[in-house]
C-alpha cells in the first residue's frame, strides 16, 4: 500500500470511530515551532510542517526526511521525535486510541510514520487552527463543537493527501522545496521553478497540478498569503513589511491578494485574530 493510500485509510477509520463517540478523545492540540519529542502514550497523531526549513521525523531508528506543506501520520507508543535542520512551524494533534476498536488500534502495534504532500496546505492549516482553538476551550457547547471540528478536520486531512511516489512526484517536491525556500523573492518566476524541478514550464505545470490540484503560481500565493496570516497573527510589523517579507514589492497589490484569499484585509484579518 502506498503512503498517501495508508494516511487515508487511517484517517477515514478514525473518522468512523469517533463519529459514533458522544465527545472526542483529544490529549493535545498545539502549534510548535522548536524540536519535539513525546513520550509513549497510546496516541495516533497528526503533524503538518507548515512553514520553515526541512526536519526530520522519527520513532526509534525509523525516521522520514519532512518538508514544509507536508502531512505526518504518526503513533506514540514508542515515543516519537521531529528535529527541524533550523527553525519550523509543526502543528500537532494527538488522538488518544484506548478504547479504539481493534482494527484501529492495531495502529499502536508497531511504529508507524508516514509523510505524505498535501494539495493545499494553508487551508489544511485553517483546519488545525480551528481544532486547536476550540481544544483551548471549555464550557457551553464546546463538547459539540470540538468533535464537529475534529470530523471537519479528518475531512480536510483526507481530502487534501496528494499523490505519491514516482518520478514525476520527485520533480514536483523539488518545485515545492523551491517555492518554500524562495516565496519571500518578488521576482520569483515559473521558470525558476521549473528549472528548479529540472522541466519545461509547461511539463511542470502539468505535473503540478495533477499532484497539487492547482498550478505552481497560484500555490505560490497560498503559500504567502499563510506565511502573511502567520505575520500578522504573532508579530507587530506593519503591512508593508509583512508584505515584503512574503514577496510583495506592493503593499496595495498584496492587500488586494490577501483580501480575495481571506475575505478580510489584512488590518481586519489582524484585528480578528487579537480576540484570540
Not at 477509520?13 to 458522544?22: F, G, I, N, T
Not at 516519537?80 to 494527538?94: M, T
Request: net charge positive.
Amino acid at each position: 500500500m502506498d503512503a498517501s493510500r495508508e494516511a487515508q485509510e487511517i484517517i477515514a477509520a478514525c473518522a468512523d470511530w469517533v463519529s459514533m463517540l458522544p465527545t472526542v478523545p483529544l490529549a493535545y492540540a498545539a502549534e510548535d515551532y522548536t524540536p519535539v519529542r513525546t513520550a509513549r502514550h497510546p496516541y495516533l497523531e497528526f503533524g503538518l510542517h507548515s512553514g520553515g526549513g526541512p526536519a526530520t521525523i522519527g520513532i526509534g531508528d525509523k525516521s522520514v526526511r519532512s518538508r514544509p506543506g507536508s502531512l505526518t501520520v504518526l503513533n506514540a507508543p514508542f515515543g516519537n521525535y521531529g528535529d527541524p535542520d533550523d527553525s519550523w512551524s509543526f502543528w500537532c494533534i494527538s488522538l488518544d486510541l484506548t478504547g479504539a476498536p481493534p482494527p484501529l488500534r492495531s495502529c499502536l502495534e508497531a511504529p508507524l510514520l508516514v509523510n505524505v504532500p498535501l494539495r493545499d496546505p494553508p487551508r489544511v492549516t485553517d483546519a488545525f487552527l480551528r481544532l486547536t482553538r476550540q481544544f483551548q476551550l471549555r464550557g457551553g457547547m464546546h463538547a459539540i463543537r470540538l468533535k464537529s471540528d475534529f470530523l471537519g478536520f479528518l475531512a480536510e486531512l483526507h481530502e487534501n493527501i496528494g499523490v505519491n511516489g514516482g518520478g514525476d512526484s520527485r520533480a514536483c517536491r523539488k518545485a515545492l522545496d523551491y517555492i518554500y525556500r524562495h516565496y519571500a523573492e518578488s521576482d520569483l518566476a515559473l521558470t525558476a521553478i521549473a528549472r528548479a524541478a529540472a522541466l519545461s514550464t509547461s511539463q511542470l505545470c502539468r505535473v503540478f497540478r495533477a499532484e497539487c490540484g492547482t498550478t505552481p503560481m497560484k500555490y505560490l500565493t497560498r503559500v504567502r498569503v499563510a506565511r502573511a496570516c502567520d505575520l500578522l497573527r504573532k508579530t507587530g510589523q506593519s503591512i508593508k513589511e509583512v508584505a515584503a517579507a512574503v514577496g510583495f514589492s506592493d503593499p496595495l497589490h498584496f492587500s488586494r491578494v490577501f483580501r480575495r484569499s481571506q475575505g478580510l484585509s489584512p488590518v481586519a484579518f489582524r484585528e480578528t485574530e487579537r480576540r484570540w
